[in-house]
C-alpha cells in the first residue's frame, strides 16, 4: 500500500479540521467579537446595542448571516480563514495533477481526465480568491472567486465519477463510483438549496442557506478523500509519466516486453537483472 495515499485524506482532514477547529475558532471568534450573529439575536430595527461588538459597528442583519465568507472577513478570524483557503487550494492543485497523472500511467489520457484536471485547478484559483479578498473589502472579486469555485468544484466530481465508470473493471472499483454518484448528488443538492435560500428576504431562510452551503463544502472535501481509493497504488513511476509527457513511452516498453517473450520486461532488461 502506497504512501501517496495519504495525499488525498490530508485534504478533507485539514480542511474539515480547519473549518471546524481552526475556522470553527473562527466562527466563535467572529461570534465572540459579535461579527456574526446567531438565529436568536436577528431583529430588523437593531434598536439594541451588542455591547461586545468591536468596531466596526454592526447589527444583526441579512449582513451578518453566517455564511463561510462572513465567518473569515474581518481579523482576527480573516488571517484563519485566508490560511485553510490558501493552503486547501494548493492540495487540490496537487491532488488533482496526481489523479490526472495515474489515470494517464494506469489506463490512457482522455478527454475527461484533461476536463477534470482543468476544473480542479480552476476552482483553486477560485478558492485562492475567496479566501484572500474578503467579501466585504474586495466583494466583486471574492464573487468572482465564489462563482467560480463552487461551479467547477461541483463539475469537478461529475467529471471524476463519469471518469471512475469508465475506468472501472473489477467490482471494487465499480461500487467505488456507487460511492462518488451517491456523494455528487448529495452535493449538487446542498449546493441548489443552498443557492436557492440565499436569494430570500427571511433571516430564517439565509441562515438555512449558510447550513446548506457548509454541507456542501463537507461534501465535496469527503469526495477528494476518495481518491485514496486509487492512490494506494501509486508509485513514484506516476511522476515521470508527467515528466514524459504521456504514457507513449510506458506503451512502447510494453510492446517490446511482448515482442521478448511476454514477460513483462523488454529483453534488454532481462538480461540487465541475470
Excluded at 494517464?104 to 482543468?118: D, F, P, Q
Excluded at 473589502?137 to 463552487?150: R, T, W
Excluded at 475506468?167 to 463510483?177: D, R, S, V
Excluded at 478523500?225 to 515521470?240: K, N, Y
Aim: charged residues 10%; negative net charge; contains cysteine.
Amino acid at each position: 500500500m502506497s504512501l501517496w495515499m495519504i495525499l488525498p485524506v490530508s485534504l478533507p482532514v485539514f480542511t474539515i479540521t480547519g473549518i471546524w477547529i481552526t475556522s470553527g475558532h473562527v466562527h466563535a471568534c467572529a461570534l465572540k467579537c459579535e461579527h456574526l450573529c446567531v438565529f436568536r439575536l436577528y431583529n430588523e430595527s437593531c434598536a439594541e446595542p451588542l455591547p461586545l461588538q468591536r468596531s466596526p459597528v454592526l447589527c444583526c442583519t441579512l449582513d451578518n448571516v453566517p455564511l463561510i465568507s462572513k465567518c473569515g472577513t474581518l481579523p482576527p478570524e480573516s488571517c484563519f480563514f485566508s490560511l485553510v483557503c490558501s493552503t486547501g487550494s494548493f492540495m487540490v492543485m496537487l491532488v488533482g495533477l496526481l489523479r490526472y497523472a495515474h489515470v494517464i500511467e494506469k489506463h490512457h489520457n482522455c478527454v475527461l481526465n484533461t476536463a477534470g484536471l482543468s476544473t480542479g485547478w480552476i476552482c483553486a484559483a477560485g478558492l485562492i480568491m475567496v479566501g484572500n479578498f474578503q467579501v466585504d473589502f474586495a466583494k466583486v472579486l471574492h464573487y468572482v472567486g465564489a462563482g467560480v469555485a463552487f461551479p467547477c468544484s461541483m463539475l469537478f466530481v461529475f467529471l471524476q465519477s463519469a471518469l471512475t465508470y469508465r475506468l472501472a473493471k473489477t467490482q471494487e472499483e465499480f461500487w467505488m463510483g456507487h460511492l462518488r454518484v451517491c456523494i455528487t448528488l448529495l452535493a449538487l443538492v446542498a449546493l441548489v438549496l443552498s443557492g436557492v435560500f440565499f436569494c430570500q428576504e427571511s433571516f430564517s431562510l439565509q441562515h438555512t442557506s449558510a447550513i446548506f452551503e457548509w454541507i456542501y463544502c463537507m461534501f465535496i472535501m469527503v469526495f477528494y478523500g476518495t481518491f485514496a481509493f486509487e492512490f494506494r497504488g501509486m508509485s513514484g513511476d506516476t511522476l515521470m509519466v508527467l515528466s514524459r509527457g504521456g504514457p507513449d513511452t510506458f506503451s512502447t516498453c510494453q510492446q517490446k516486453a511482448e515482442a521478448a517473450g511476454g514477460t513483462g520486461l523488454p529483453q534488454t532488461d532481462n538480461l540487465t537483472i541475470l
